[in-house]
């Protein structure tokens, strides 16, 4: 089966209708489901959190079978998966998808994790040290999007688990944990 | 040259005018119309006047003479002018005086050289009929005729043909001139068969009249009836009622009364002719066939007395108040069908079916065009049934700038928590192998 980059590919991605918005309701309805799946797992395994939909996504096209998603078909698979709580519409417009593949809380989660793996209970941190640092290596929280980590963070900080504060410039937030 | 002395002119200059029943002049052979004008005065210019005025009629100008049809009959005769009899046509001088006065046009004619003024009252085009006049005048279309005839009564043999005419005296159809004549003739031949034709259709209209005005007394009558309401002498009423209106039936009136009898007579007659009628082009057509074309093949068949579309859709609609073997039915695009009680969707669905999973088509799909050829049906029939194979769900469609193809539906094997497992049993796992099987 294909791959993109090192993402396997499921087989009804070569499937021509699949490229089809279907007009039949239950039809239509399995179809979400699908691309639902196959959006989330794809960003997962690539850490992509943003999608534009009027940009190249790799998942829209299949050079292979020379098909590839309307827009009106992209916003209606994207809008779905908002639906669910599993992303986010950055614009009125619809123009830009911020993906969750984790949740908030599940994020806010794995903070919680992170810090009790490295012993950070009382430390203090610096936003971007949690994103890029050493500790971060090879983890979940490696690369992930400045937003979705500002509002884990907030989320961690309403229950009391942290305080943030302003740094010395615009880029240096830091966070006092208080797990 | 037509007989006939004229009382008007003096020797003879005006001859009487053959003309139709319905006042279109008789011409002769060769002769060709070329212009005509309404409300036209032909005036004597000298004085004492040497002819009587015609006034108020139309003049047709045509390759031979001139012709005057009076517009209304008020005693005058049709009265015609050869051309060849014309000596000089004076020429039109435009001046502030004539831009006040109608449009007229003198010349000089034989015998006696008497002046002829023509008065145009009316609105036409003037300019252009004094061009055509010259044309005509000028064109001398009688002298080849005199030409002709003479070369006839020669005893041609061993002369060479020369010029237009053989030594027959046929035309001879050589060159540009040879050309010209034969459209000329063309056109001659066109424009008689045309005035026959208007001459039916002016008799024709006259009947119509006469017809409508009696459908309309009728009318009159069966609606001024008082409708059965009370006791026994409405019977009678009712039974003569009836009676007029099978009368009026057999001579192809359509009752008046429809909406308060129960299906005009027409309707039912004709819903059950169309029963009958209907069996062999439903079984031609692979079991359903479109209004429409029903609609063609019936009015085919018969010939005369066509249906309009709207009698043809109401004798389907009564087709539910008899027990017959087919029915009307209507699709969610609209389209209409006849088809057989007989002829079930689910008979089609399984043939859809058969198709969509072979191999070939698991891989490509169907079009409109492949589902007919291979059902046998029509490319719009076929459609309706692939649209409607997909309302069930046992399709799925794929538009692409290739068109619109539509594809057995796999969606529902594909589990959506599990998007890489492909069940052992299943369509799925078929296509899946149609498509490596066959991709390069």
């Avoid at chain 1, 806010?108 to 009382?122: C, H, P, S, T």
């Avoid at chain 1, 980590?149 to 615009?170: I, P």
């Avoid at chain 2, 079916?353 to 490509?364: A, C, D, H, N």
Wanted: aromatic share 8%; glycine share 6%; charged share 25%.
């Amino acid at each position: 089966m294909q791959k993109l980059a090192d993402f396997k590919l499921p087989q009804f991605f070569n499937y021509p209708p699949y490229f089809t918005l279907q007009p039949v309701r239950d039809t239509r309805e399995k179809q979400i489901q699908l691309w639902k799946e196959l959006i989330l797992d794809y960003c997962k395994s690539q850490k992509i959190f943003l999608i534009g939909v009027e940009e190249d996504f790799p998942l829209f096209s299949n050079s292979a079978i020379d098909r590839s998603l309307s827009h009106e078909a992209r916003e209606t698979f994207l809008s779905a998966i908002v639906g669910e709580g599993r992303a986010e519409w950055l614009d009125k417009g619809h123009r830009k998808c911020l993906v969750l593949w984790h949740r908030i809380q599940d994020w806010a989660d794995i903070i919680l994790q992170f810090v009790r793996d490295n012993g950070l209970e009382d430390s203090v941190m610096t936003v971007e040290e949690i994103r890029s640092g050493t500790e971060s290596l090879g983890t979940e929280l490696q690369g992930i999007d400045r937003t979705i980590l500002m509002r884990a963070l907030k989320l961690l900080e309403n229950k009391g688990k942290l305080a943030l504060f302003k740094g010395t410039s615009a880029d240096d937030e830091g966070v006092k944990f208080s797990v | 040259m037509a007989s006939g002395s004229s009382s008007i002119g003096i020797g003879g200059l005006f001859e009487n005018a053959e003309v139709t029943t319905s006042g279109r002049p008789v011409l002769r052979r060769n002769e060709v119309e070329c212009f005509l004008l309404s409300s036209v005065d032909i005036d004597s210019e000298d004085d004492p006047p040497r002819f009587t005025a015609l006034r108020s009629g139309n003049l047709i100008l045509t390759t031979h003479r001139l012709i005057w049809i009076p517009s209304q009959s008020n005693g005058a005769v049709p009265s015609s002018v050869p051309l060849a009899a014309v000596t000089h046509i004076y020429s039109h001088k435009k001046s502030i005086k004539s831009m006040f006065h109608s449009p007229r046009i003198r010349f000089q004619a034989n015998p006696g050289s008497i002046v002829v003024t023509i008065v145009f009252r009316g609105k036409g085009d003037f300019d252009e009929f004094l061009t055509k006049l010259w044309e005509c005048w000028r064109g001398r279309a009688w002298e080849e005729e005199e030409k002709s005839e003479s070369e006839t009564s020669r005893s041609g043999s061993g002369t060479v043909a020369q010029g237009l005419y053989g030594n027959d005296g046929t035309v001879r159809m050589v060159g540009l001139a040879g050309i010209l004549r034969k459209e000329q003739e063309q056109w001659e031949s066109t424009d008689k068969s045309l005035q026959d034709a208007f001459q039916d259709l002016n008799a024709l209209m006259s009947k119509a009249k006469e017809m409508v005005s009696l459908a309309e007394k009728m009318r009159q009558k069966l609606l001024s009836a008082p409708s059965s309401q009370n006791g026994s002498t409405d019977d009678e009423e009712m039974g003569s009622k009836e009676e007029m209106q099978q009368w009026m039936l057999s001579v192809g009136i359509i009752s008046p009364v429809t909406k308060e009898s129960a299906g005009a007579l027409y309707h039912q007659e004709l819903s059950r002719q169309l029963a009958d009628f209907v069996r062999i082009p439903l079984e031609q057509a692979g079991g359903m066939i479109s209004l429409t074309d029903m609609y063609y093949h019936f009015n085919r068949a018969r010939g005369t007395e066509l249906i309009s579309p709207d009698d043809l859709w109401q004798a389907c609609t009564l087709w539910e108040k008899f027990d017959v073997p087919v029915m009307l039915r209507k699709f969610d695009s609209g389209v209409m069908v006849i088809q057989n009680k007989s002829h079930s969707d689910e008979e089609v669905m399984s043939r859809i079916r058969m198709l969509v999973t072979k191999t070939e088509t698991l891989k490509v799909g169907v079009t409109a065009s492949d589902a007919a050829l291979t059902l046998k049906i029509a490319p719009a029939m076929a459609k309706e049934h692939l649209l409607t194979a997909e309302t069930k769900g046992l399709l799925c469609r794929d538009m692409s700038p290739d068109g619109l193809r539509f594809y057995f539906n796999l969606f529902p094997e594909i589990d959506p928590t599990n998007i890489h497992i492909v069940k052992d049993f299943g369509t799925y796992g078929e296509w899946i192998k149609a498509t490596s099987l066959l991709s390069v």
